[in-house]
């Protein structure tokens, strides 16, 4: 899912600084799951918001509203009956929520409520830890099913790099080395002769050189 | 201080019980409680919607952790508040009106120790900064 974070309280209440009516606008999506932008989280900032104004002296009306996603018409059209002589709308989605209800209501004004931090896997309650960076042309085959993109450091194809020490990247002792759990995986698996293919560079055109991606297929279309 | 407004979030299975008592009579202030299954019931949203209702003060109060009859409910509890008071630090509220206290559900003098406590800090910190900005 895509994991995001809460911005500073300080920062969000600057962004609606002379709004007379602010809608906070909660995500049901990924934000939801990774408890940084459901509903709940869209209450506490409300509210938290609602008394900061008012402890500042700037009193203003926000109001909260929460669908499943900011990513898909269906549901950001949801939010047009919220929107009524909203001045300012503080988007609890990852930036694609964001973004997607700016546009599709230009006239308001749209602004982060959070951080969108990486496409990550919540591997206990409470944490969450980021495995792709969505590059566009995946080598999961390759590598045992672990990224060396992500997991290792230096996004080496061919690792480890010499800085690999039992089984920890040099960049911290919490880090485990990305090729260490390569080569553990593969190991378990009895395919360690995929270490010795060389991975080609990788074709990162497919990654962002060709500016905005974009997906199409035609079977789903309307 | 009988203006103030306190509000006790209480674990029925323990504080709820020595809270029979009330405060004790040497203490001039009303204790508003709700009553919840267990203290890891409390939620974020009710703490801060307590203090936008006018409260001075809330605290809650949960079994000691190491009995909590939920197990974990009283260290969720105060995981969750520690959380709530960096917000209420950081909306100008002050996270340290915002109060948790394990009770043993066989000790009711333990909430008379609260109310004075309450009380005492109610004192130090004057009235909600919310109710200063609208007077
Ligand atoms: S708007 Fe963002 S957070 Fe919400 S569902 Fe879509 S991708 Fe996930
Ligand atoms: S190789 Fe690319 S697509 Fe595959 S997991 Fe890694 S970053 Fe994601």
Known sequence: MIVAEIKPIEEIAESIKGAKKVLVAGCGGCVTVCLSGGQKETDILASALRMKMQVDGQPVQIETATYERQCDPEYVARFKEHLKDVDVVVSMACGVGVQFMAENYPNIIFVPGQNTKFAGAATEHGIWEERCMLCGECVLAKTGGVCPIIRCSKSLLNGPCGGSQGGKCEISKDTPCGWQLIYDRLKGQNRLELMTEILPAKDWSKNRDGGPRKIVREDVRL | ?135
């Open chain 2, 1 to 135: 201080m009988s203006d103030v407004k306190i509000v006790g979030f209480v674990c029925r299975l323990c504080a709820l019980i020595s809270s029979d008592l009330g405060p004790p009579a040497d203490v001039d202030i009303k204790i508003e409680t709700v009553e919840l299954p267990c203290a890891g019931k409390v939620d974020g949203r009710l703490l801060l919607e307590a203090f936008e209702r006018g409260a001075d003060a809330v605290f809650v109060a949960g079994c000691p952790e190491h009995e909590c009859m939920n197990v974990k409910g009283s260290s969720r509890a105060r995981k969750r508040l520690e959380h709530i008071k960096e917000i209420l630090d950081q909306v100008g509220v002050g996270g340290e009106r915002l109060i948790m206290y394990n009770v043993s559900g066989t000790h009711g003098p333990r909430f008379a120790h609260i109310a004075r406590d309450m009380a005492g800090l109610l004192e130090k910190l004057g009235p909600s900064p919310l109710k200063a900005r609208k007077a």
